[in-house]
């Protein structure tokens, strides 16, 4: 779940790298198990690269100075934990990088939306489709195939 390759899994091992080569051959639930994680690590960098393209709230607890009256002209301090909502903004090369492999064909190296001619054209004329998360995420892994080791 790591996202290893099978030289690295016959590392961690103490294996000569064939043998994983083998048994990926021999027992298919060892292949599969092998190609569900490392699905799962690839789901998690894209929810990791679709939050940093989009933004996100996240709850964070951060320690507040709080200042009591003990009476007659006399104040205490003490620390609390309040839970506070925190905006984390879009970053931009997430989003240059989400669009440049998501529409190849409409979006150039340098992030700049094309039109089907080759022309510079407005965000706003792609015809961007609103996609659920299931869809969206459905749609990246249509996009993911198993790659050979080491490339």
């Not at 006399?74 to 970053?91: D, K, M, N, W």
Request: hydrophobic share 35%; aromatic share 4%.
């Amino acid at each position: 779940m790591q996202g290893s390759t099978d030289d690295e899994i016959a590392m961690m091992m103490g294996l000569n790298p064939k043998i994983i080569a083998g048994w990926r051959k021999m027992y298919p639930s060892f292949d599969k198990a092998i190609e569900e994680g490392r699905t799962v690590a690839d789901l998690e960098v894209i929810q990791a690269l679709h939050k940093n393209a989009t933004g996100a709230t996240v709850q964070r607890d951060m320690p507040i100075k709080v200042r009591s009256s003990t009476g007659k002209g006399c104040f205490e301090e003490s620390v609390e934990i309040v839970t506070v909502e925190q905006e984390i903004p879009p970053e931009t090369n997430a989003i240059k990088m989400w669009l440049q492999n998501r529409d190849p064909e409409r979006w150039n190296r340098a992030g700049k939306p094309l039109h089907p001619a080759g022309k510079e054209t407005e965000p706003t004329a792609l015809g961007i489709k609103n996609e659920s998360k299931a869809e969206l995420m459905s749609s990246i892994l249509s996009l993911i195939q198993p790659k050979p080791d080491g490339v």
